[in-house]
């Protein structure tokens, strides 16, 4: 049986962590967890019941379910405020704890977030802090949502300013603070593209002893 494998993906809004933590999973045959949904899961549910994102969130994070997750409308900018202001709370990230941890526990997985590396598996024997520059960062979110256009400069501020505000959020809040954890290695997403950042990536892995590919998967 090969050592339980879980792989933490932190940093910033739209710094290419999901690309990246998708890509890895495929890689490595394990399961993986977009741990901003939960947040984005929590937010969305205090819009629909009329209550501010600043309100008591714990009983909307306990009361979460699978399908609050597969919506289609939680990329929606009034959603990435509502996700960093519930995400601020001590009780949703309570009511979130056991369910990530319980997720990379049994078979190993890579999950990506803000605090995967700090505070969900701070045991974790890979931790990548992936980050970009804000430009690069607004310009990559605007085509994600607006495939196939071409953005104006002043929409790119606009968007530039919202990440900017959602980071200094999500690294100032007192409970599960953005911020890299000191075993993490960082990956600068800006000089890479996707298949770049991967290899990066795998290579940190084959470096802590683990191989790519599903035999990474525990024996039963
Ligand atoms: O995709 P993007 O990087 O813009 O955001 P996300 O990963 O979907 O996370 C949305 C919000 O949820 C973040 O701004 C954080 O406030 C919060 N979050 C968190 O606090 N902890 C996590 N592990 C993941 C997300």
Redesign the pocket.
Known sequence: MTARLVVAV??????G??TLARALAEALGLPYL???????GVGRRMLDAGLSPEADAGGEARALLPIDLARSDL?TPEV?RA??LV??QPAV?AALLAF?RGFGAAHGAVL?????GTV?FPDAPVKLFVTASVPARAER?WRQLNPGRNPDLGTLRVVAAE?EA??R??AARAV?P?RAAADAVEIDSDRLDARGVLETALDIVKARGFAPGPHQRPSL
Not at 10 to 15: E, L, S
Not at 112 to 116: L, M, N, P, Q, S
């Open positions: 932190d940093g910033p809004a739209a710094a962590k999901g977009d741990t901003g949904l939960l947040y984005r990329r990435d996700a960093s995400a601020a990230r990530q990506d977030g803000r605090d995967i969900i979110r990440l959602r980071d959020a999500d599960a953005l």
